[in-house]
Nanobody
Framework: QVQLVESGGGLVQAGGSLRLSCAAS????????MGWFRQAPGKEREFVAAISWSGSSTYYTNSVKGRFSISRDNTKNTVYLQMNRLKPEDTAVYYCAAAEYYGDYSHAHEYPYWGQGTQVTVSS
């Protein structure tokens, strides 16, 4: 099975940018569709973005469309989340997740494999 490790989180001012990375190991990376989710204190985990196995299809929650971009490099076994024009409401722990197949890419329960998360804090 695949193991996932996120990196790239940190503290940034509103309007700034961060790039999250999620490195996969232990299995063939291109066998997995990938997703990014986030969880703010006191809130449920929510879908942010997803990308298909080849990277040809991407999906976003409405609140990040036009600001965030998901991509993957199957030669480096890594998926990325480029986050621009960050807002204080983007503050959360961000998790990457992997699924060999899914019915609905936005549902967390469709993803069996998860990283430990990386904290993103956006100050106003």
């Amino acid at each position: 099975q695949v193991q996932l490790v996120e990196s790239g989180g940190g503290l940034v001012q509103a309007g700034g940018s961060l790039r999250l990375s999620c490195a996969a190991s232990g299995s063939t990376f291109s066998d997995y569709a990938m997703g990014w989710f986030r969880q703010a204190p006191g809130k449920e985990r929510e879908f942010v973005a997803a990308i298909s196995w080849s990277g040809s299809s991407t999906y976003y929650t409405n609140s990040v469309k036009g600001r965030f971009s998901i991509s993957r490099d199957n030669t480096k076994n890594t998926v990325y989340l480029q986050m621009n024009r960050l807002k204080p409401e983007d503050t959360a722990v961000y998790y990457c997740a992997a699924a060999e197949y899914y019915g609905d890419y936005s549902h967390a329960h469709e993803y069996p494999y998860w990283g430990q998360g990386t904290q993103v804090t956006v100050s106003s």
